[in-house]
């Protein structure tokens, strides 16, 4: 969950709030469809023009509104392949919306907004203290793998059926250990079938950040160099490239809202790991940001296409932000 402005003005109460989800490409309870405004932002005001990033070039920047009061705290990302485009939120719901792309993959606008409720494992819409989702990962046969805080777990919900009861995952006992607001920020299904999951604030001895790999019943633990105060908000598998990128983040009230990502190669993902990803971009002030934790990777013809948002922690001070980047370079990990 979010570390902003917002959240450092308010009180953290509400914050155990969240969201787990499940949903695939064709799995969705029929129900009204809500409109979705979004308009165009201007990354960097000192050079309107400007598309470079790094590695990354900008193709759309979008503000997001809805006149729902459900609207907000987005805080997991993921992309079905049918270009439906699913949202976690932190207050216990999920959301989905329909991409609308040019011919060469410009985002140009979203419709077909819909807001329900997750379920837990007894069927019921998730509350108090089980509702903090924070990623989201779509497993190869379709299921979404759901992460929490506080209550620490993944969530399997299936693809075909919204009203569908997830299943809890068997996870390292080190992980119930993690801080409340610190732990299943990030989580990715890799090409084999593996789970990847890196903790947000839980550290090892030597101050890097615990994660785990491997397959439910079966994870090794591997360790995560975090630096310059930045920490994992999401991970996504970057298909046919042999990367997996990591959406990180960074916030003080002094240097403000910091964003980054990172690529590692699926090479060093191996049990006792120290990962060290390699930098692709760094965004942090003078451009217009926000508090990004959900990152999700399209495949667009050659090119990939990267899509950033933004959890606005439902603060006046904040924004919902839809940021799409082209990796410039996707020929595989270097």
């Known amino acids: 969950m979010v570390k902003n402005l917002g959240s450092t003005l308010r009180s953290r109460g509400w914050r155990l709030l969240l969201v787990p989800l499940w949903l695939g490409a064709c799995a969705t309870t029929p129900g009204p469809m809500l409109h979705l405004e979004s308009s165009r932002v201007t990354v960097d005001l000192e050079h ?3 598309r470079r990033f790094g590695e990354l070039e900008l193709m759309t920047a979008l503000a997001l509104r809805a006149d729902h009061p459900r609207f907000g705290g987005l805080s997991g990302l993921e992309l079905a392949p049918d270009g439906t485009l699913f949202m976690i939120s932190d ?10 792309q040019a011919a060469d993959g410009t985002l140009t606008g979203l419709s077909q907004l819909q807001i329900h409720p997750l379920l837990d494992t007894a069927g019921r819409p998730v509350h108090a203290p089980l509702h903090d989702a924070e990623s989201i990962a ?17 969530w399997r919900y299936r693809p075909d059926l919204a009203r569908g009861r997830p299943v809890a995952l068997k996870l390292p006992a080190a992980l119930a250990g993690a801080p409340g607001n610190g732990s299943l920020e990030s989580l990715a299904v890799l090409p084999d079938g593996r789970l990847l999951f890196v ?4 550290e090892n001895p030597d101050g890097t950040l615990r994660g785990w790999i491997g397959r439910e019943g079966a994870f ?12 994992p908000t999401d991970l996504a598998v970057v298909p046919g490239t042999g990367q997996v990128l990591v959406l990180e983040r960074a916030f003080s009230l002094w240097r403000m809202q910091r964003s980054r990502i990172r690529v590692l190669s699926l090479n060093d993902l191996r ?5 060290e990803p390699r930098e692709l971009v760094r965004l942090g002030p003078p451009l217009q940001l926000d508090n990004f934790e959900g990152l999700a990777v399209q495949r ?4 990939i296409l990267l899509y950033l948002i933004s959890d606005d922690n439902f603060s006046r001070l904040q924004r919902t932000l839809l940021y799409q980047f082209r990796l410039r370079d996707a020929g595989g990990a270097r």
Do not use: K, M
Not at 91 to 99: I, K, V
Not at 199 to 202: A, D, G, I, S, T
Not at 300 to 303: P, R, S, T
């Open 300 to 303: 667009h013809g050659a090119g």
């Open 48 to 50: 309107p023009h400007r």
């Open 91 to 100: 207050r216990g719901y999920w959301l989905q919306t329909r991409l609308e």
């Open 138 to 154: 779509r497993d190869s046969d379709g299921s979404y793998l759901v992460g929490f805080e506080w209550n620490h777990r993944i």
């Open 220 to 231: 090794a633990a591997v360790s995560y160099v975090a630096t310059d105060d930045f920490v």
């Open 271 to 275: 049990p006792g790991a120290r990962l």
């Open 199 to 202: 903790c947000e604030h839980h």
